[in-house]
């Protein structure tokens, strides 16, 4: 089983940054597969980002240059640093957790975190 706690939303005006972070518990924090994901009101969740646990990385392209996900295995933490920020990336943002063997996916997400950016 594993916890995570997103924390770092907040209301911006365009342009600005904001950093969000995911602490995860367990010590097996390294070994997932882990994204930010994001659900504007009326719209269906979408995945932000995304990173391997050897760190490859993944972006959805409206966030391409300004958005930079990170983890610390160390601190069983994901990081998103939003920079640059537009209105339209108002929404509630989602720390997820996967780890698949043969047989099956395990999935684990956090509570969320909104971020409001105002024009």
């Known amino acids: 089983q594993v916890q995570l706690v997103e924390s770092g939303g907040g209301l911006v005006q365009a342009g600005g940054s904001l950093r969000l972070s995911c602490a995860a518990s367990?010590?097996?924090?390294?070994?997932?597969?882990m994204g930010w994901y994001r659900q504007a009101p009326g719209k269906q969740r979408e995945l932000v980002a995304s990173i391997t646990s050897s760190s490859n990385t993944n972006y959805a392209d409206s966030v391409k240059g300004r958005f930079t996900i990170s983890r610390d295995n160390a601190k069983n933490t994901l990081y998103l640093q939003l920079n640059s920020l537009k209105p339209e990336d108002t929404a509630v943002y989602y720390c997820?957790?996967?780890?698949?063997?043969?047989?099956?996916?395990?999935?684990?997400w956090g509570q969320g975190t909104q971020v409001t950016v105002s024009s």
């Open positions: 997820n957790a996967r780890i698949s063997s043969v047989l099956k996916t395990y999935e684990y």
């Open positions: 367990g010590s097996a924090f390294s070994v997932f597969a």
